[in-house]
């Protein structure tokens, strides 16, 4: 599913001993990260060195592993990432390099991985510090 305009979700983040996500807990979460969308869709995103801009779209679907999210760069490459249940946040859903999560303030996440960054709205549970 392309989301162009509206939806990002990503409910769990450090800290958080829920070890559990249904569906109605997916919705909630789902509704308060739509009103943090902004630009269409797109989010923060510095492809190698470059600077942050707001150029990267995002496509996600649940599978069998869970919520799996598709950060698409302007010039077609492609990383994608799964929504974890244990409290890391986002992990790599492919390849050897391992994404690396930063906790924001704002309630946002830096996601490093293969050399670029992306900022994502994410929902920080139980005081995780920002970094």
Same mark, same amino acid.
């Given at each position: ?18 070890? *559990?996500?249904? #569906? ?19 989010? !923060? ?21 869970? =919520?799996?999210?598709? !950060?698409? #760069?302007?010039?077609?490459?492609? #990383? ?17 390099? @391992?994404? *690396?999560?930063?906790? !924001? ?7 490093? =991985? ?5 900022? =994502? @709205?994410?929902?920080? *549970?139980?005081?995780? @510090?920002?970094?």
């Amino acid at each position: 599913m392309r989301i162009s305009s509206a939806i990002l979700l990503l409910p769990l983040l450090a800290a958080c001993g829920e070890q *559990k996500t249904d #569906h109605a807990t997916l919705a909630k979460y789902e509704a308060q990260q739509n009103a943090t969308l902004a630009d269409d869709g797109r989010v !923060l995103c510095a492809i190698g060195q470059g600077a942050l801009t707001r150029a990267c779209t995002i496509d996600r679907e649940l599978g069998e592993q869970g =919520l799996v999210l598709t !950060l698409h #760069h302007p010039d077609g490459a492609f #990383h994608r990432l799964l929504v974890t249940r244990d409290g890391r946040g986002v992990i790599a859903a492919d390849g050897a390099e @391992p994404a *690396k999560v930063s906790v !924001l303030a704002g309630n946002e996440i830096e996601v490093a =991985l293969g050399g670029n960054r992306y900022r =994502l @709205p994410a929902t920080v *549970k139980g005081g995780a @510090p920002a970094s």
